[in-house]
């Protein structure tokens, strides 16, 4: 999971780790998904490339850490909620069943809805500091 962290968020996020944790718990929960962590973050095309084989090896790896070690008992971000998946900040996805929760460490958190339950089709503004 401090992978998944690690390449997947700013690296002094704090928020931003916790919320992909949170995604990555998320996932681990549901039926669509593998019912690991180490399933769910090494599942091909879901998170950055190389995530299970690159070096961790910039100031942000202890804080990806802690962070994964705080998400394995049982922290989560508090407005991620039902929400099992993100991407970039950035960029801009164009499809009708985008209801977004979240935007924190350069990442827009999303459900998947019915198109007629989504009520947030843009991200959110970005928030920090909400995590310990």
């Not at 690690?6 to 998904?33: L, P």
């Not at 399933?39 to 990806?64: C, H, I, K, Y």
């Not at 994964?68 to 922290?75: D, F, I, K, M, S």
Request: aromatic share 10%; proline share 6%.
């Amino acid at each position: 999971m401090a992978r998944a962290m690690y390449f997947e968020s700013i690296r002094s996020s704090r928020d931003g780790m916790i919320a992909v944790g949170s995604v990555v718990m998320n996932r681990v929960e549901s039926d669509a998904f593998p019912n690991t962590i180490c399933g769910v973050v090494s599942q091909e095309n879901q998170f950055a490339p190389g995530v299970m084989t690159r070096d961790m090896n910039s100031s942000g790896t202890p804080l990806a850490q802690a962070a994964a070690l705080a998400v394995y008992n049982g922290e989560r971000h508090p407005d991620i909620a039902n929400a099992q998946f993100f991407h970039a900040a950035w960029y801009e996805a164009n499809f009708n069943n985008i209801h977004y929760v979240l935007t924190t460490g350069g990442n827009a958190f999303y459900e998947k809805r019915r198109p007629e339950d989504v009520t947030a089709r843009v991200p959110l503004p970005p928030t920090e500091g909400i995590t310990g």
